[in-house]
């Protein structure tokens, strides 16, 4: 089966820019997360979706980050406007509904740099 | 303070050398879960290990989870240069709202 598509690979942008991501998870997976990754951290969830719906934001800073997932399929993360401290990698994943039990599905993810 | 938290934070070995990485966490967990990343790629699941479980195999590696310690320990037999890598582990616990939360990782590097 295809994975999960992350693009673009890379991206630099200057401060107060905005850019956007997208996933296309692994067909039929129905959970769908958003990773930050700093360098030298563990991946953060920043937002879980569960078909179109969102299951926790919690940890997504909603004054300049949003994401959505139209038609239960594709996502976009979007961050307006950019931040130094956003430099990252941005992971994609997705989890058939035993995702619990049989463990995640990453993307390459898209390296953000904001100089 | 981070729920998983995995030591050492680097490792380098001759290849054919065991390596073992230690990840211990702060809650009680449905499950556990170890995961590699190769440099500037995503995250690759390697292997779940369920609360009720101690100790699980797949290939040349060997998980075990001490849930009275809180700690599960990832070990890799025969080690070979394409093991270097960052591993992970991520815990999936109730009190963190049943999604995976990873530790900061540990880096092996295998010399040839």
């Known amino acids: 089966e295809a994975g999960v598509a992350q693009s673009p690979r890379y991206k630099i942008i200057e401060k107060r820019q905005s850019v956007a991501f997208w996933c296309n998870p692994i067909?039929?997976?129905?959970?769908l997360y958003w990773y930050q990754q700093i360098l030298g951290q563990g991946p953060k969830l920043l937002i879980q979706?569960?078909?179109?719906?969102?299951?926790?934001d919690s940890q997504l800073p909603k004054d300049r980050f949003s994401a959505e997932r139209l038609k239960g399929v594709d996502s976009t993360l979007k961050i307006q406007p950019a931040k130094l401290e956003d430099s990252a990698v941005y992971l994609c994943?997705?989890?058939?509904?035993?995702?619990?039990?049989?463990?995640?599905?990453f993307g390459s993810g898209t390296r953000l740099t904001v100089v | 303070s981070q729920q998983g938290e995995e030591d050492p934070q680097a490792l380098s070995i001759q290849e054919g050398e065991n390596a073992t990485m230690n990840c211990s966490y702060k809650?009680?967990?449905?499950?556990l879960q170890w995961y590699r990343q190769n440099s500037g790629r995503g995250l690759v699941h390697l292997i779940l290990?369920?609360?009720?479980?101690r100790e699980k195999h797949s290939g040349r590696l060997r998980v075990t989870l001490d849930t009275s310690k809180k700690s599960s320990s990832l070990l890799i037999t025969a080690s070979r240069a394409a093991d270097t890598a960052s591993y992970f582990c991520?815990?999936?616990?109730?009190?963190?709202?049943?999604?995976?939360?990873f530790g900061a990782g540990t880096i092996l590097r295998v010399k040839s």
């Open positions: 979706f569960q078909n179109n719906g969102v299951v926790d």
């Open positions: 067909s039929g997976h129905a959970t």
């Open positions: 290990i369920r609360s009720n479980e």
């Open positions: 991520a815990t999936d616990a109730r009190e963190y709202g049943n999604k995976l939360v």
């Open positions: 994943a997705s989890s058939s509904p035993k995702g619990r039990y049989y463990g995640y599905t």
């Open positions: 809650t009680s967990i449905n499950n």
